[in-house]
């Protein structure tokens, strides 16, 4: 009976954990979404002066909106100052490496609190796929600034950890004898790396979409993000190395369906959409060799991917039982 | 200037892959007339484009989608009853459009196999390409290199023509020992690495064609059996053993290694001590005694995820229940009918259905059609109708309902022996009938109706139900991943560049330019080249200029 208490305290602290980490993202949330809306606002300036001939400015509605100017900007022009590293940013980096903290201290606990790799239910591979999100957010941060994905990123793992608190929670249970696997640690770790990756490279796309509409109105970028052209090599990067992480799973996930069930592959629904999200990651390192695909098409395509990994997480485990029953739902 | 305007030629274009890979040239469009085989050429050429393969992997994406949302004959059978079932009129449609069976349908089948004509049609000009690329030195320099990538160039100079060509002789040397395939022409090094990440895509493609044809010839040759196996019984691998087979198109019963599998002790856990799993199975494990002619019979086991191989074929536990070993005998006492009747389990506590067939022995032909559960409720807690509240074997009830009439058996047709067809049949203890039906705990017996005769549960045992396989195309497939996984990781991550150190003259002094061009995606092109003249640069002790 001891070790029922002691689990069951170690349940309860691995929440109290989760709970915490939701609060401080959430404060990273509004704190990067501040800034994001500062630098919105600076990019839409208003020029009150006359506009003078060699600075080309575009009219859009009734305001007059300066185009990022190349070299110092002619005497007589204030331009807006570009916080390239605000204040607000910084504070929400600050909350989302503590919150990052205690999320992964919370999943910790959970694995320690379950004995074994807190990954075998959605409640849990929810928790680790998160931390893993942030996690590689994180680390990017010392080759590139991506302060502006902080709201996104934050905003998302909210949801999904506030989802997976209400809706997907289960107790701690043993594992049944099909999950009994050294497969399981393997096989879902990777996987949850290949979405991180991907939930990056899709955020990215979406930015670069952004961007790309925005220069093609004329008006200005936002500030102090990359322009297109530079998130579609961030975001090609990230998602070719959650493509290896997939295939990896691809593989893993046959070679274990081969052990539990008898066949590596059985078009099982779970089965499916794992290789239609390949399939289409696939088609977008196609794209971006393709004349005429690059930029905002390819950029698209990432972003149809990861929500087919979105699909393939939630609805297909929800709704659709095939022999993946393992949300513990 | 021609021999300039060849050298960026050769620079931008790369002629075996697609016309419309990013990096090549672009090609005016002509109108020549077309023959007929002017006309199979185009078509080969916009069936091997980018945009083509693109089309296609996308349309499979797509194309796999109706599968995943309707349930499949192949992975679940019941599944599609059940659907057509719930939606008749649409399933009709959806069988014409062979959507129950998504995967082996004529339209995802040439889907895919348009695909991998388009693969191949791509694959063997890019090999031969890559095989020339393989044999011949890194191209000539070009004749400026500053307005390339990376274009970094000494301040200072060296005088002397021998200083100038020990500056370059240096520059091949440095740039051998860093991996370059390196050519030396009048005062400047070309120098190409990374030809191996052309050698892993190809490697991927190749890989993926292997893993089609494995699946597509080797198929022919995959059986799969099923057996069920009541504790204490054997099974022997021969065609007239299986409960069931389904053959490959290749299959031949000579082909069954004779080997016999004793099933000897079936255990399961169960957890006790988290009140939130109370009861939930952690464990099962089965013991069997394989014999094979010519060896030692051994003592084996078999797990969930951990299948026995043995005579070639694969042996799964994919599921387990229980058996009630019944002993009918006729009104004189004579027994003429023994066995254990393997359960269906119904639910989690292992509320399980099963069907006893008496065919002979008795005056008419009897049926029962039983409910056994393996830890009844006592009635006081759960009510009269019995309920099974654990899966384990604590107080075990068989309750059984009685028919007579024609089982059917005598047809010659396959009968289902887990379920009981009530057409020709008249039901004579149970409810409906007038009379309670049969309740029997171990050791116990109870009276057929109308005389019959008796029924007796002797004991309850465990059986196994074992899948056989028989695959070879798995280690085929395995090596084909690995393949692909390898050749994904060499042809995405190494890069493939082109460096360009030469001497230029200046006003009677030589400096040094340096100078690459990435052949696909190469993030660190530029310090990459930095990395190089920083090193000849010491070398020579000359300083640079950003
Ligand atoms: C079964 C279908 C196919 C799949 C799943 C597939 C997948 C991939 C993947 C994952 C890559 C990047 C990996 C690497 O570079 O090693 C790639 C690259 C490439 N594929 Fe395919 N491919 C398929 C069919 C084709 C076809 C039919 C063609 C020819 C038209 C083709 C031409 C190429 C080329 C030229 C590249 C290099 C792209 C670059 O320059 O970055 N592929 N393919």
Redesign the pocket.
């Known amino acids: 009976m001891h070790e029922a208490v002691t689990q069951a305290t170690l349940v309860t602290d691995s929440l109290v954990g989760i709970y915490s980490a939701m609060f401080v993202y959430a404060l990273a949330f509004i704190f990067f979404t501040y800034d994001l809306a500062k630098r919105m606002s600076a990019a839409r300036q208003v020029i009150a002066a006359p506009v003078a001939a060699e600075v080309s400015a575009k009219r859009v509605g009734q305001v007059a909106v300066l185009d990022r100017p190349a070299g110092p900007p002619p005497p007589g022009f204030e331009v807006a100052a570009r916080p390239t590293r605000s204040f607000s940013a910084r504070l929400g980096m600050i909350f989302t490496v503590m919150a990052w903290i205690l999320h992964v201290g919370g999943t910790v606990l959970r694995g320690v609190a379950a004995g074994r790799v807190p990954w075998a239910n959605m409640f849990e591979f929810t928790l680790t796929a998160t931390a893993i999100i942030i996690g590689v957010f994180l680390v990017m941060q010392f080759w590139q600034d991506l302060q502006f994905l902080g709201a996104y990123v934050t905003g998302f793992v909210l949801v999904f950890l506030g989802v997976a608190t209400t809706n997907f929670y289960v107790d701690v249970v043993p594992l049944p004898p099909a999950l009994q696997s050294y497969w399981l640690v393997i096989h879902v770790f990777v996987a949850s790396l290949g979405t991180g990756f991907y939930g990056l490279g899709a955020a990215l796309s979406i930015v670069q979409l952004i961007q790309a509409r925005r220069a093609a109105k004329g008006l200005n970028a936002i500030g102090a993000v990359p322009t297109a052209e530079k998130l579609e090599a961030l975001a090609y990067r990230l998602i070719v190395v959650g ?1 290896v992480f997939w295939t990896f799973t691809l593989i893993a996930g046959s070679i274990w369906a081969e052990h539990a069930w008898g066949r590596y592959w059985g078009w099982d629904t779970k089965e499916v959409w794992t290789f239609i999200v390949w ?1 289409i990651f ?1 088609g977008y ?2 794209a ?2 393709t004349r005429g695909w690059r930029g905002s098409r390819s950029a698209t395509l990432a972003i149809i991917g990861f929500s087919a990994v979105l699909f393939n997480f939630t609805i297909v485990n929800i709704y659709f039982h095939g022999l993946h029953s393992y949300s513990g739902l | 200037m021609a021999s300039d305007k060849r050298s960026s030629e050769q620079l931008n274009s790369d002629p075996k ?2 016309s419309d ?3 090549a040239p672009v090609t005016a469009v002509t109108n020549p007339r077309l023959g007929f085989v002017g006309y199979l050429r185009f078509f080969w050429r916009q069936l ?3 945009r ?2 693109l089309f ?2 996308l349309l499979v994406a797509f194309a796999a989608v109706p599968g995943s949302l309707v349930p499949q004959q192949t992975s679940d059978p019941n599944g599609v009853i059940q659907y057509k079932a719930d939606n008749p009129s649409w399933s009709k449609v959806l069988d014409f459009l062979g959507v129950f069976n998504t995967y082996s349908s004529v339209w995802f089948s040439a889907i895919y196999i348009l ?2 004509i ?2 191949i ?2 694959i063997i000009p ?1 090999t031969m390409h890559h095989i020339n690329a393989l044999r011949t030195p890194p191209p000539k320099t070009p004749a400026r290199l500053d307005r390339l990538p990376g274009f970094l160039r000494t301040t200072d100079a060296v005088t002397s023509e021998e200083d100038a060509d020990a500056g370059v002789a240096s520059a091949r040397a440095l740039l051998r020992s860093s991996g370059y395939r390196v050519r030396v022409f009048d005062g400047s090094v070309s120098a190409e690495r990374g030809y191996l ?1 052309e050698t ?2 190809l490697i ?2 190749i890989a ?1 064609v292997g893993i089609l044809l494995s699946v597509g010839i080797g198929g022919g040759f995959i059986w799969t059996g099923q057996k069920v196996v009541p504790v204490g019984q054997s099974f022997a691998n021969t065609l007239s053993d299986y409960d069931s087979i389904s053959p490959g198109r290749w299959f031949s019963a000579d082909s069954l290694e004779p080997y016999k599998l004793t099933v000897t002790k079936f255990d399961v856990k169960y957890e006790r001590q988290n009140l939130n799993a109370y009861g939930d199975i952690i464990d099962y494990t089965t013991y069997v005694r394989a014999s094979q002619p010519g060896t030692k019979t051994v003592n084996e086991t078999i797990k969930v995820n951990s299948p026995l191989d043995i005579g070639g074929t694969n042996v799964y536990l994919l599921s387990n229940g229980y058996a009630p070993v019944v002993t009918v005998r006729n009104p004189a006492g004579k027994v003429v009918y023994t066995q254990p009747i393997p359960f269906l389990p119904q639910d989690t506590n292992d509320t399980s259905e099963g069907v006893i067939k008496v065919p002979d022995g008795l005056a008419k032909q009897v049926g029962m059609v039983g409910f056994f559960y393996p830890t009844e409720c006592d009635t006081g807690t759960c009510g009269v109708a019995p309920t099974s509240v654990d899966p384990s074997l604590t107080n075990p009830v068989l309750t059984l309902q009685v028919y007579t009439g024609d089982l059917g058996l005598n047809s010659g047709k396959p009968v289902n022996a887990y379920s009981l067809d009530p057409k020709k049949l008249k039901l004579i203890a149970g409810q409906g009938s007038g009379k309670a039906g049969l309740t029997l705990r171990p050791g116990q017996t109870a009276k057929l109706p109308d005389g019959l005769g008796t029924i007796e549960l002797n004991k309850v045992i465990r059986y196994v139900g074992l899948d056989i396989h028989h695959d070879p195309t798995q280690l085929w497939v395995l090596t084909f991943a690995v393949l692909v996984f390898l ?2 990781i ?3 991550f190494i890069p493939r560049r082109r460096v360009w150190i030469k001497a230029v003259r200046r006003a009677g002094k030589v400096h040094y330019e340096y100078a690459g061009l990435a052949r ?2 190469d993030p660190r092109l530029d310090d990459a080249v930095a990395e190089i003249a920083r090193k000849h640069s010491q070398l020579l002790g000359l300083s640079m200029k950003q």
């Open positions: 493509f399939v696939a390192i196609h971006r060799a | 892959r697609p890979h990013f990096d091997t484009s980018m083509t393969a296609l992997l695909l991998f388009s693969l049609g791509c890019r990440r892993g895509n991927f493609h993926l050749g994904l060499t042809g995405l696909g995606d």
